[in-house]
């Protein structure tokens, strides 16, 4: 499900995603509510049963797109969908999981360039100073992930109805979007005129 976000794109957008769980790991076999529906993943902070949102959020903090899978599904399936990533351009920051020469291609026939960091058992290569910093700022939208499920609560396990689902996790959306005050990144762009000196990064 690709829903489109009220934030308007810069040329700069991090991407993440974040385990929505519905139900505690021990009872997993006897719920019966997402039964067929969501999924058994894992995150960096263990396994979960349950959804995945994929955000995508300007510099402002401003979301521009979210989709939703199940929790078993790779972090890299949404970007494959057109509606996903129409509308946005410019460079898109992930992280390790969305590495992927086939995608960076493909995203770059879109008019989106893909910057990652490197796995440890990967070569390193040389990137601009500017997208370096870029990488640094991506901590941006975990804050926006962890707002999300700690003030709009949209993670529980008390769910009776996947439109239960749906209705709480919306609103939690909707209520962030309404915030004043957001995480964001005040990036200057009068410190990266000289944006095509190189780094390694590993």
Not at 147 to 162: A, C, F, G, T, Y
Request: aromatic content about 10%; overall charge positive; hydrophobic content about 40%.
């Amino acid at each position: 499900m690709v829903i489109q976000g009220k934030g308007k794109t810069t040329g700069i957008s991090f991407i993440d995603s974040t385990p929505i769980r519905v139900s505690h790991n021990r009872r997993i076999s006897s719920h019966k509510v997402f039964d067929g529906i969501a999924g058994r993943g894992k995150s960096s902070t263990g396994w979960f049963y349950g959804f995945k949102l994929h955000l995508i959020v300007n510099e402002k903090g401003e979301i521009l797109k979210f989709f939703i899978t199940s929790g078993n599904k790779n972090d890299r399936n949404p970007l494959k969908f057109i509606s996903f990533i129409k509308g946005i351009f410019g460079k898109l920051i992930g992280d390790k999981g969305y590495i992927s020469k086939e995608l960076s291609s493909f995203l770059s026939e879109s008019g989106i360039e893909l910057i990652t960091k490197v796995r440890k058992n990967m070569k390193a290569r040389v990137v601009n100073v500017f997208d370096k910093l870029l990488l640094r700022k991506r901590a941006v939208i975990e804050s926006i992930n962890d707002q999300l499920k700690n003030i709009s609560q949209i993670e529980h396990s008390r769910h009776r109805s996947l439109d239960n689902f749906f209705v709480n996790l919306f609103s939690g959306l909707i209520a962030y979007c309404f915030k004043e005050k957001k995480p964001s990144v005040n990036i200057n762009f009068d410190c990266f005129l000289n944006e095509n000196q190189a780094l390694v990064i590993q």
